[in-house]
T-cell receptor, first 110, second 112 residues
Framework: KQEVTQIPAALSVPEGENLVLNCSFT??????LQWFRQDPGKGLTSLLL?????REQTSGRLNASLDKSSGRSTLYIAASQPGDSATYLC?????????FGAGTTVTVRA | NAGVTQTPKFRVLKTGQSMTLLCAQD?????MYWYRQDPGMGLRLIHY???????AKGEVPDGYNVSRLKKQNFLLGLESAAPSQTSVYFC???????????FGQGTRLTVV
C-alpha cells in the first residue's frame, strides 16, 4: 500500500519568498506523480504532472522534481504571492490509482 | 468546458437513508474514481473503474456501491448511511494510467 507523507503540514511565509514543499512515498513503482492545489471548500486543481521517467517539470513559477528511486518529490514555488495561499497535495500513481498525502497548507502574508 | 461534474454539491441525510452521488465527465476518459476527504487525512480511494461496465474496490469500500453503466457516468451509492460517512466526496477521471487526473468540485455530505 502506497504511503504518502508531506512535510511540513503548514507553512507561513512573507510575500516574495520562495516555497519548498516536500513529498515522500514508500512505493517507488509509480507511473507518475501529480501535484494539486486545493482552495478551502473547493475541488483539486492539477498543477503539474511529472512522469516516472522525468526528473523535473516546470510551469511558470512552479517547478517539481522527482527522485523516484528514493521516493521523493519537491514542489518549488518561486516569488510567492498571497494568491498562492492554499493546500498543496502530491499524488503518486500506482496500479491505476492515485494515493494522497494530507497536504501542506501554505499561507503567504502580504 | 464542463470537465468533471458532481451532483449534488451538498446533502444532509438521516442515519439509515440511502442516496446516490452522480459523477459525469465529458472528456471521454476511461478511468473514473471516487475518493473521500476527511479533516487531517489525505484523500482515500473508495472505488474506481477502468472502463465502462467495470468497477473495483479501493482502500475504503465498505458501505458504498458503485456502477459504471455508461462510460461518462460513475455513480456512488450509500445504501444505509451512517454518521461515519460524513465527508466530502470527490470524483476524478483520467484517460490513461499515466495521464493527468481531473477532479470534480466535490459533494459535501452530512449524515445526522
Amino acid at each position: 500500500k502506497q504511503e504518502v507523507t508531506q512535510i511540513p503540514a503548514a507553512l507561513s511565509v512573507p510575500e516574495g519568498e520562495n516555497l519548498v514543499l516536500n513529498c515522500s512515498f514508500t512505493d517507488s513503482a509509480i507511473y507518475n506523480l501529480q501535484w494539486f492545489r486545493q482552495d478551502p471548500g473547493k475541488g483539486l486543481t492539477s498543477l503539474l504532472l511529472i512522469q516516472s521517467s522525468q526528473r523535473e517539470q516546470t510551469s511558470g513559477r512552479l517547478n517539481a522534481s522527482l527522485d523516484k528511486s528514493s521516493g521523493r518529490s519537491t514542489l518549488y514555488i518561486a516569488a510567492s504571492q498571497p494568491g498562492d495561499s492554499a493546500t498543496y497535495l502530491c499524488a503518486p500513481s500506482n496500479d491505476y490509482k492515485l494515493s494522497f498525502g494530507a497536504g501542506t497548507t501554505v499561507t503567504v502574508r502580504a | 468546458n464542463a470537465g468533471v461534474t458532481q451532483t449534488p454539491k451538498f446533502r444532509v441525510l438521516k442515519t439509515g437513508q440511502s442516496m446516490t452521488l452522480l459523477c459525469a465527465q465529458d472528456m471521454n476518459h476511461e478511468y473514473m474514481y471516487w475518493y473521500r476527504q476527511d479533516p487531517g487525512m489525505g484523500l482515500r480511494l473508495i472505488h474506481y473503474s477502468v472502463g465502462e461496465g467495470t468497477t473495483a474496490k479501493g482502500e475504503v469500500p465498505d458501505g458504498y456501491n458503485v456502477s459504471r453503466l455508461k462510460k461518462q457516468n460513475f455513480l456512488l451509492g450509500l445504501e444505509s448511511a451512517a454518521p461515519s460517512q460524513t465527508s466530502v466526496y470527490f470524483c476524478a477521471s483520467s484517460n490513461r494510467v499515466n495521464t493527468e487526473a481531473f477532479f470534480g468540485q466535490g459533494t459535501r455530505l452530512t449524515v445526522v
